[in-house]
């Protein structure tokens, strides 16, 4: 029978920037119109989450420690609470805005720019490249400092994949215990860098030397084509930042900036 799958990840940015990979989530639906939503949670990475930044996914009983959760036949509250319904009045407009012409409420949550004020909760698509793996670090040097290394370790573990290293690994069985080490170390840093940061711009705005930042450049051509590509599921959310050489923050914001012409 033919049907349709979407899988997804389910990811949390906290207020350092860390990105925390908490789930992955497939949406199929089949051709008898019959359909279900499975959450696989990433329950390593969710144990390095407490609240207010992490509360639950909506309508999951994580406590239960199942390996999956499945919806069948029903629309779970994670996606109900944050996509448009087939009520919706302007429903059509919303799917245009990311180049859909029926509507997949998740896929239209993995496509959209728009952002859940509920909670820090978003959905990316999932690629070969967000599979679970293992990184290996090599020997840094002399010349790369501490935080740096902090750093590339805690993006590794929070985002769920393991490390390897010369002195030691880092899996599911230590991956709390290496990021309640690393974590404190890694916030006081991003503070003292912080304020160290507020004090040279002060000091430049004194001297009248500083004149802000530049608004990074993007050729409006390649745009066009990359967030056309992005809106139709041509090109991945990964592929359009490699294309375009820019933050996914920065990337959004022109995206949004670009949406009335696409």
């Not at 033919?2 to 350092?16: E, K």
């Not at 004020?117 to 967000?130: A, C, N």
């Not at 608004?215 to 041509?234: H, L, M, N, P």
């Not at 050489?245 to 012409?261: G, H, I, M, P, W």
């Amino acid at each position: 029978m033919n049907q349709i799958t979407t899988s997804g990840i389910i990811c949390l940015r906290d207020d350092l920037g860390l990105e925390y990979r908490v789930a992955e989530i497939t949406y199929t639906e089949k051709a008898d119109g019959s359909f279900s939503y499975v959450f696989t949670p990433n329950y390593s990475v969710i144990d390095l989450l407490s609240p207010p930044e992490f509360q639950g996914i909506p309508g999951l009983d994580l406590d239960l420690r199942k390996p999956q959760y499945i919806r069948e036949n029903m629309t779970p509250v994670f996606i109900s609470e944050r996509s448009p319904g087939e009520n919706r009045e302007n429903l059509w407009e919303l799917l245009e805005e990311v180049g859909m012409k029926y509507l997949n409420r998740l896929e239209w949550l993995i496509r959209t720019t728009t952002r859940y004020s509920g909670d820090r909760m978003y959905v990316k698509r999932l690629t070969d490249e967000d599979l679970k793996h293992c990184v290996t670090i090599h020997d840094p040097g002399i010349y790369e400092r501490a935080v740096m290394i902090c750093e590339r370790i805690l993006k590794i573990i929070c985002y769920g994949n393991d490390v390897r290293t010369d002195g030691f690994s880092i899996d599911d069985s230590n991956r709390k215990a290496f990021y309640s080490l690393l974590i404190p170390l890694y916030r006081n840093e991003k503070f003292y860098s912080k304020q160290r940061r507020v004090m040279g711009i002060s000091d430049s705005v004194a001297a009248g030397k500083y004149r802000g930042r530049k608004r990074i450049q993007i050729e409006d051509t390649k745009a066009f084509e990359v967030f056309r590509g992005f809106r139709s599921g041509r090109i991945t959310e990964s592929e359009a930042l490699k294309i375009l050489n820019v933050s996914r923050a920065t990337f959004y914001r022109r995206l949004k900036e670009f949406s009335r012409e696409i």
